[in-house]
């Protein structure tokens, strides 16, 4: 077996080393080197290695001892040839040489040649190129620099030649496939740029608004202010005339160098409109026109919004409403110059739209802040404004009949605003009057007084200075107050488009409310004062009656300066001039019935009646004297009152006089009275009755007086007379004597006079005076008695 093994090892070098001899030129001598040692022969393989290198050296040395003349002949030939071979090296290499140098400059010109025919042949291939280049990178510089310079429009046609006649030319090159990407977000970026300019149109639209606003009321102002007969001229306006309240102008005029240099501008020419016309047309050509209309129409309205809320305290100054107003303008002026340049990109259903949602937004707004307005100058100055804002818009084509009809609301405020102002200035006349008739001692005094009131007495006129009139200055000052507040009425009138009969009814609706109600409610205010005194308050009372006379002056006044009718104002003085003064009229009446009450407590508190008095003094008391000849004195100044105010007063005096004696007898403070009391009292109520029946005061029906004594005279005649079966027998019926005669104040007044006898020892030793006294307590009983039937009905 290991025999077998060996012979099998011995065949494997051998066959190693036959491949190695064969293969040693064309395989690397490593791989056979790497399998003999890979099988661990390596001893073995030396063996046969120099076996076979002696070999193969006995091979060589037997052919060369073969060959060896040959080759030593060949050897000597091979010598020779060495030498001519070196001649002929030499001269090959210096043909060469001289060959390289002829030639070196050929190869040079020759590449030089080469050379110039390819940059020729590339120059010509350039020039083609950019010969069809030339045209897209020149249109594409022309597109940079046209969005460079905002020129939307254009650049976004140049777009279109570059897209869809150029580049097709270009296919081929990679530039033309980057530009034709980039088309879109170039279009994209025109879309954006020219969306970015209209929103900064819009923004500077809202800020320039006001003041478009301003010009155009100026150039209407101008043209309300210019001839008629003259067509496009344009002449600057004469200042407003003052206003009659402040002497301030209503509408003040712009600053010389601002007028200068606006004056021939109109308002669409303070701003540039391009921004919306090339966004419109940029939208248009991309096929968004619908979007950009929507948007548009979107954003004015957003700023119709911001530009329709007023100011927070627009109501405090005319610069308020002025920079509200303006805006409103501005706005609409703007639209309708886009309604007639924008090719459609608002039309009049959408403006119509936006002003009818505008118009209600203003009239609340001037509706809410007028209310606040306290002072009458600046409601003109409203007036004026919102006038000469009507009247731009309605040149526009607006319709602005709420507005007017907002004037309307805003002329009653006015009217109202005015009185209220009235109501300070009656107020300070009357607190600066004396309420003394006028007296003048000269012509001129009179003529004054004569000129500045309606009022003429021939007998007046005849009397030697110094002259008295009826009435106080305050007549005369309330008269001319009056009319200087008709004028003031008519101020906001002018201009409204109203007829003369609706402005004269306005005006007499506010006369007769300004003396009715404001001067009516001074007086009675006046009335109040507790230091105003009794002869005061009938010098009022006689004023009144002057100035209701007066109302048809100031109704011919009214008439003269509206020219309506005089008729119509006569039926409406029929009707409310006796009420005209009816409320003060009535608290001059309290007044004087409670001030003329006043005074006579005075003389009362001075009574001084002894109720045990046995007789009579056989004449009235002398506070009742007092008395009588105060109210014969104050009744002769009642003679120019009107009649039922000195009859309310005497009929008030009667009666206060009346309760008051009564009361006298009755107070609990008077424990005690006797028949002579009684009968000085009787004589006191006969002095009064006397004075009632002498007619102190014109015009009332006999007995009115004396109705007011009925009651204290029936029960006076009833003790007097001791008339006590009448009493009984007739109480309840209507024609009973002693009618007014309560049995409760019989049953008061004889206990006193019981309590009264008392006092008086002697009187029970008398029959008559025993069979009195059960006489009167049988009475007493009686009345009792009646008393309580009555308190049961």
């Not at 070098?13 to 022969?41: H, M, Q, R, T």
């Not at 003040?252 to 501008?265: G, N």
């Not at 003429?456 to 009056?482: G, I, M, N």
């Not at 006076?716 to 006590?724: A, C, G, N, Q, V």
Request: glycine share 4%.
């Amino acid at each position: 077996m290991e025999s077998h093994k060996s012979t099998c090892l011995i065949s494997s070098v051998e066959e190693c080393a036959n491949n190695f001899e064969k293969n040693f030129s064309n395989f690397p001598f490593g791989l056979e080197v790497l399998a003999i040692y890979d099988g661990d022969e390596h001893q073995k393989f030396m063996e046969r290695l120099d076996a076979r290198i002696k070999s193969h050296d006995k091979d060589i040395e037997r052919m060369c001892n073969f060959h060896y003349q040959g080759f030593i002949d060949s050897i000597r030939e091979l010598l020779q040839v060495r030498s001519q071979a070196k001649k002929l090296n030499s001269e090959v290499v210096e043909i060469d040489r001289e060959l390289q140098t002829s030639a070196a400059n050929v190869l040079v010109k020759g590449e030089e040649l080469v050379q110039a025919r390819k940059v020729e042949s590339n120059i010509a291939s350039a020039i083609d190129n950019l010969s069809s280049c030339l045209p897209v990178l020149t249109t594409y510089a022309k597109l940079q620099l046209q969005m460079k310079e905002k020129r939307y429009y254009p650049a976004l046609k140049t777009l279109e030649q570059l897209e869809h006649l150029y580049l097709p030319r270009v296919a081929n090159y990679r530039f033309s496939h980057q530009m034709k990407e980039n088309i879109p977000k170039m279009r994209e970026n025109i879309k954006e740029a020219s969306m970015s300019d209209l929103k900064d149109f819009l923004e500077n639209i809202r800020k320039f608004s006001p003041k478009i606003g301003e010009v155009a009321m100026r150039h209407t102002a101008e043209q309300l202010g210019s001839d008629p007969g003259v067509i496009g001229r344009k002449k600057r306006q004469a200042p407003p005339p003052p206003n009659p309240f402040t002497g301030e102008i209503d509408y003040e005029q712009p600053a010389e160098s601002t007028y200068d240099a606006e004056e021939d501008l109109s308002a669409q020419d303070l701003i540039d409109f391009s921004p919306v016309y090339r966004c419109l047309h940029i939208y248009t050509v991309l096929g968004s026109r619908e979007t950009f209309e929507t948007y548009y129409r979107k954003q004015r309205k957003k700023q119709a919004r911001l530009v329709l809320q007023p100011p927070t305290n627009m109501h405090e100054t005319i610069a308020g409403y002025r920079a509200y107003i303006h805006g409103i303008v501005g706005f609409f002026v703007v639209e309708d110059h886009v309604l007639n340049t924008g090719n459609g990109l608002v039309n009049r259903t959408y403006l119509d739209e936006v002003w009818s949602m505008a118009l209600s937004k203003i009239v609340n707004a001037l509706r809410t802040h007028s209310a606040y307005c306290t002072d009458a100058t600046l409601m003109l100055k409203i007036k004026n404004l919102i006038m000469l804002f009507n009247t731009t818009l309605r040149n526009y084509g607006y319709s602005v009949n709420q507005l007017f009809d907002l004037l309307h609301e805003i002329r009653d405020h006015y009217n109202e605003v005015l009185m209220q102002r009235w109501v300070q200035v009656f107020r300070e006349i009357l607190d600066e009057e004396s309420f003394l008739p006028i007296q003048v001692s000269s012509q001129a005094e009179y003529d004054n007084v004569v000129e500045s009131f309606p009022f003429h007495d021939q007998a007046l006129e005849l009397t030697p200075f110094p002259k008295r009139f009826p009435f106080s200055p305050l007549v005369p000052k309330v008269y001319q107050q009056v009319k200087e507040f008709i004028y003031a009425c008519l101020k906001f009138s002018e201009d409204l488009s109203l007829s003369q009969e609706e402005v004269d009814d306005m005006i007499r609706k506010s006369t007769n409310l300004l003396l009715t109600r404001s001067f009516s409610g001074c007086l009675s205010s006046l009335f109040r004062k507790p230091s105003l005194a009794l002869l005061q308050v009938i010098q009022i009372i006689i004023d009144t009656g002057y100035l209701e006379e007066a109302t048809v002056y100031l109704e011919e006044f009214v008439s003269n300066i509206t020219g309506a009718p005089k008729e119509s104002h006569m039926v409406s003085r029929n009707q409310g001039q006796s009420s005209m003064f009816r409320v003060a009229r009535d608290d001059a009446e309290r007044q004087i019935c409670d001030k003329l009450k006043c005074k006579l407590d005075e003389f009362l508190e001075l009574e001084n009646y002894d109720w045990l008095l046995v007789e009579p003094k056989g004449h009235a008391s002398s506070f009742i004297t007092d008395l009588i000849a105060f109210l014969q004195s104050i009744f002769l100044s009642f003679t120019n009152l009107p009649p039922e105010v000195a009859q309310e007063a005497c009929k008030s005096a009667c009666d206060h006089i009346a309760k008051s004696v009564l009361g006298f007898m009755l107070s609990e403070d008077v424990k005690q009275i006797s028949m002579g009391a009684l009968q000085q009292v009787n004589l006191d109520t006969i002095q009064c009755e006397q004075f009632a029946a002498s007619e102190p005061v014109a015009g009332l029906e006999e007995g009115t007086l004396l109705h007011y004594f009925a009651d204290l005279r029936q029960l006076l005649d009833l003790f007097m007379t001791w008339d006590w079966p009448t009493y009984f027998h007739d109480y309840g019926q209507e024609n009973s004597k002693y009618q007014q005669v309560n049995p409760n104040t019989a049953i008061i007044l004889l206990e006193k006079l019981r309590e009264a006898d008392k006092k008086n020892v002697f009187s029970v030793l008398k029959k008559s005076e025993r069979d009195k006294k059960k006489l009167l307590e049988t009475v007493l009983k009686q009345l009792r008695q009646l008393a309580l039937t009555a308190q049961q009905q």
